[in-house]
């Protein structure tokens, strides 16, 4: 009798802290669902109106909906020609669509976090500094960089995805994780660094030996050197305009992490390698080595989050918040694998003094980021109204432009 009651109280119990872990979200996704409220009256402003007629004309054209534009990124033609079918020609629809995809990133990186068996108040922190930051903003604000968050989701659901130690490939398990790799090719360039999450996520999530991680990876690595050469032979985008960065523009790499860091502010139009991305590359290295001598999941999972997007636009000549989206988590992630590593070695009052500490500062960092991004709404508001008065002059204007002839 003792035992049948255990084995009863076993799952409720398992059920119970679920239950309460996931109340912590609750607040977490209510206060980003308040700060990016006003995104949802922008107007269409900029690139938006071009990525707007491609996904209108594919409609017409169903060859559009695998065409190039802006890049090979047919899945941002998708979402687009979707939008157009659901709310025509209203922002509204298009921007709420934009916060989805940005809240479901925000939900996969909170079960993501489950996987690392973090506390339920540690994974609230780092899910609302993510979601509420100004290096996350411009996908979650922006119609047409769709590509970042549907990037993300997809690399998220990977991790998920991924047997552990003692689990094995099912069937089902094996068809998900193909069809999020056929989306990836479909959505952005960057998914060419897919053999390296994989040989991360088989070094760290299912903890096979590295030989043999490195060699799925290699086997992997034959799909994104195929689609690099034939990308090469018709590339989509002006070379010459994009990648202008040279090798300088690698120190975005340290340059991000002292952003993140809150060292210096962020350069979208130059990369400098001064004192505090000096001090980031040796935290980044030291980091690297420590996470990788303790084999530290979180930590490698992390650091695979905040340098691979990287590479493939390594040379590119600037770095907007687009860019840092993606890295923002991974660096998340290897801070708090470090201060967990640190607060584990400490006992009593050090460790609750340390806790605090780390709270107060998480606070802190919440608070700078909410008012700045209240001064980012405030910009972007400005800069919509502007896009909306110069419709609203072109529209007045239309009746005195001749259509029998071309105005030069």
Known sequence: MELQLLTFITPLSRVRSQLWAWLWSVPVFLLAIYVHAPSLYLGFVSDDFQWWKQGRMALDDPSLLLAAGGGYRPANTWTLALNHLLFGTKPLGYHATSLLLHFACGLLFWLLLGRFALSAPARAVLVVLW?????SLEPAQSVVTRFEPI????????????????????RGRLAGAVA???LTVLTKETWVVLPA?????????????????L?????????PLLYTFLYSLAPPIDRGSYYTGGLKAAAKVPHAWAVFSSLTTLHPLEFPFRVPEMLSLLIMISLMWFGWKRRNSLAGIGF?????????????GFMTSRYTTIPLMGFLMVACASIQELLVSLKGWPRRVATAMVGSLALLVLIANLAWLQ???VDARQYSNAHTRLLAEAQAFLPYIPRDRLIV
Do not use: N
Not at 215 to 223: G, K, N, P, V, Y
């Open 131 to 135: 979601l509420c930051s100004p290096y």
């Open 215 to 223: 060699r799925h990876s290699l086997i992997l690595s034959l799909a």
């Open 151 to 170: 990037l993300l989701l997809c690399w998220l659901a990977l991790a998920l995805l991924w047997p552990g130690p003692e689990e094995r490939w099912s």
């Open 197 to 213: 999450f994989v040989f991360c996520f088989d070094l760290f999530l299912s903890r096979i030996g590295l030989l043999r991680a």
């Open 180 to 182: 999020l790799a056929g």
């Open 304 to 316: 695979a989050f905040f340098l691979f997007p990287f590479l493939p636009i390594l040379p590119v």
């Open 375 to 377: 001064g980012d709404m």
